[in-house]
């Protein structure tokens, strides 16, 4: 009970997008990220790009020397990459590969393993854990992802809001059926 107090619920609902080139993934994130920042339940609580912005707001919180201590290393990576370039070396800093193990592509994407799909990861705060909690964040975030699919482009929601909600829709769909079935045997 303190963890979902403290934290919220674990398994969060989840954007993956693949398809089409790196440039248009990265434009149906921004599109989507965009649109899912104007549902109050989701504004200022959607990670899918980790920034230089956000790595320092989130150092400075935690642990502030840090940040004295980034800001010098980023000054020498600056100046090394300088003088690589002023002498036809190559420019400094993490490769692709290294970007991929921490989870995100060279543009701060989150990426998943392959390089191939875009994750877009919400953090609404649920009133509670019962179906029609969940059920406004999973609307809003199939009717944005039906907006931004085209045919080179594939939206896959997931997460146990998803699950939750298309569960309890399916096992409603299917007592409705058993009971006009019931219904219309007992009557014949």
Known sequence: VEFYESFGHPDSPVAIIEGGTVEQRRAVVDSYVESLEQEEIFRGRVLARVQAEDVAETLLVQQPGKLAELRAALGAAERAAERAAAFGGDELGPSDEDMRARGLDEEGYLVS????????????????????????????????????????????????????????????????????????????
């Open 113 to 188: 393993n392959d390089g191939q799909r875009l994750l877009i990861v919400g953090f609404p705060e649920f009133a509670g854990d019962e179906v029609e909690d969940f059920a406004p964040a999973v609307d809003a975030m199939r009717s944005i992802a039906e907006g931004l699919e085209g045919e080179d482009i594939e939206i896959t929601l997931t997460g146990l809001p998803f699950l939750v909600v298309d569960e309890e829709r399916t096992l409603a769909k299917g007592m409705l059926r058993a009971s006009g079935a019931a219904g219309l045997g007992i009557f014949l």
